[in-house]
């Protein structure tokens, strides 16, 4: 039986960098290609424009439009998937990224995942099992200078078993 919630997912890390240079990572495709699995971002950062993560092939990923944008303090997005057909059914998710001084050369990098609609409870796991390796690739990229090269997770149990679920 599905348990609906509207829970949001926050992490957290510090990041040796500066705001600047990780607006950059952000907003970038040059830096995107580099942890986000080779994604590629395209969107012009200004408030009601698109959106769009691409896959190495070029295919829409993931879209949406930006809600909110203060250079190179925060942002915040709709996040619509559009390459899982089992997903594009779902209401827009928001994401943001909030960057903050958190000392010298460091910074608080807080990423949010925001569900105003209720949805499956099963299908947070899929953002919980790949924003972690994202941020870590983030912090990797900015602070060594080289390509994160861990692998995309799967989609963790508890989504095939909502994705067997819809095929009923």
Do not use: N
Request: one cysteine or more; proline letters at 8%; aromatic letters at 10%.
């Amino acid at each position: 039986m599905a348990r609906l919630t509207t829970e949001s997912t926050i992490y957290v890390t510090y990041i040796a960098t500066t705001p600047e240079k990780c607006w950059e990572a952000i907003t970038t495709s040059a830096f995107t290609k580099l942890y986000f699995f080779g994604r590629s971002i395209e969107a012009d950062w200004k408030v009601g424009a698109e959106i769009v993560y691409r896959t190495p092939g070029g295919k829409v990923d993931v879209q949406g439009k930006i809600l909110e944008c203060d250079p190179p303090r925060f942002v915040r997005f709709t996040w619509h998937v559009e390459m899982i057909p089992e997903l594009k059914h779902l209401p827009d998710s928001i994401v943001s990224y909030r960057i903050e001084r958190a000392g010298e050369g460091v910074i608080r990098f807080t990423m949010t995942e925001e569900h105003p609609a209720p949805l499956d409870e099963r299908l947070l796991e899929g953002g919980r099992s790949g924003w972690p390796l994202i941020l870590s690739g983030l912090k990797s990229v900015l602070e060594t200078g080289k390509m994160f090269k861990a692998d995309p997770p799967g989609p963790p149990p508890a989504m095939l078993e909502y994705f067997k679920e819809l095929r009923k």
